[in-house]
């Protein structure tokens, strides 16, 4: 039901930042002819340090707590297929320092978010090959970092909560003050010192504004979208619910001050383009109210409106984003290339939100035209109204940090 939906959705490579099982069998599926679906990057799964901020109730993760759990990690994760290590937030320096340097003696990427405790430059010079999220540029680029950082450090998981949601929704509520304080010192010199130093080494930055809007500006998220039939009932009703317990409660000066924040990441998007530090789209889909492949539009739309011509935005999300993904084989349409291609009806240099305007897609050489696009499309659809929930609950299935990037 689910790979389908990108290809459909004009997306034909795909980064998975959270690897489990049944994405190295669709993938399989994939190559063989007998399902439709993208090109495939699987990450591993998230390695972080403990306790981790989500629990196994979501999915697999590995939790190290010093430099030889982290080593055996990537050692592990590359025995097992992943195409990259998946890097979180709660790791140590001593476990960050380890599966850096492990990662480049088993010629394995590594990418995912800038942990709390390491400085986005030095995960830039410690080669790391992308940097998801705004999070850790608003520490670099602030003169309240070593206070930041300070009470980042003094921020509480509780191990003993077998449950995600409620470790995640704590970490959450810590953190936002912290922000807000980070946001407030900003400095453009220092900031422009840390772009430069990430455009020299060629790091790349995700912004996901996606998930930023959804969390930060939840008065705008809408009662409904065109795609969400694409999704199981159950999945999509589960998504308010747990919006509110990330972000209810907030006082109308919290609410404020999280709009600021919202804005100061549009305004870092504009000033990293600028600088010339590489922006692949991605939409972090696994998380609520992002459809697979389709949010992908919604991105498009958000950078846009963060300052980015259409024409830059199309690059991130084709070129640049197969550049970040090491693939020589996509991101243009020339000579030699894989033959995927997406034909709209309308022009999205002129207006972004043409983009989902799809009047066919090529993927890896197979035509879709209009109609059979809509029959495939009408097969999820019913597939989606078919499904029932997990055994351990429909909120665990969409709860994650998906990370995701999609060229």
């Known amino acids: 039901m689910i790979p389908p939906l990108y290809p459909l959705a004009g997306v034909t490579t795909v980064r998975e930042m959270w690897g489990k099982p049944v994405h190295h069998a669709w993938r399989q599926q994939i190559l063989n002819g007998t399902l439709l679906g993208p090109r495939w990057l699987i990450g591993s799964p998230i390695v972080d340090g ?4 989500w629990a196994q109730d979501v999915g697999e993760h590995i939790e190290v707590t010093n430099a030889a759990d982290a080593r055996r990690a990537v050692r592990r994760v590359k025995r097992e297929g992943a195409d990259f290590v998946k890097v979180y937030s709660r790791l140590s320096r001593e476990s960050y320092w380890a599966i850096a340097h492990e990662a480049r003696r088993q010629s394995i990427p590594f990418l995912g978010h800038c942990p709390d405790v390491v400085r986005i430059t030095e995960a830039g010079d410690a080669g790391q ?10 520490l670099s680029t602030s003169a309240h970092e070593a206070e930041v950082r300070r009470g980042l450090a003094a921020v509480h998981v509780d191990a003993s909560d077998p449950s995600s949601p409620s470790r995640y929704h704590s970490w959450f509520q810590q953190v936002h003050p912290l922000q807000w304080k980070a946001v407030r010192g900003y400095g453009p010199r220092r900031a422009d010192a840390v772009f430069r130093r990430l455009a020299a080494g060629g790091t790349a930055v995700v912004p996901t504004l996606s998930v930023h809007h ?9 009662d409904r979208g065109g795609d969400w039939k694409y999704l199981p009932a159950w999945q999509v009703e589960s998504w308010p619910e747990q919006l509110r317990a990330l972000t209810g409660g907030r006082t109308p000066e919290e609410a404020r001050r999280i ?15 600028a600088a010339g530090v590489p922006l692949p789209a991605g939409t972090d889909t696994g998380t ?25 935005v199309l690059r991130s999300a084709t070129r640049d984003a197969a550049r970040t993904l ?21 022009d999205p240099l002129r207006d972004i939100r043409n983009t989902p305007r799809i009047h066919g897609v090529v993927v890896d050489g197979r035509w879709i035209d209009r109609p059979e696009r809509e029959r495939l499309l009408a097969a999820v659809r019913e597939a989606a109204s078919q499904a029932e929930p997990p055994q351990e609950g429909a909120a665990s299935a969409t709860r994650a940090c998906g990370c995701g990037g999609h060229p």
């Open 214 to 222: 959804t969390l930060e500006l939840p008065d705008q998220v809408p």
């Open 326 to 346: 090491g693939l020589d084989s996509v991101g243009a349409v020339e000579r030699g290339k894989a033959a995927d291609l997406v034909v709209l009806d309308a």
């Open 288 to 312: 609520g109210y992002r459809v697979p492949g389709f949010a992908l539009h919604d991105e498009l739309a958000l950078l846009v409106e963060a300052g980015l011509t259409p024409g830059q």
């Open 259 to 273: 709009r600021a924040i919202y804005a100061h990441r549009q305004r870092l998007v504009r000033e990293l383009h």
């Open 129 to 138: 090959h992308s940097i998801e999220h705004l999070h850790a540029l608003l």
């Open 50 to 53: 403990q306790p981790s901020l």
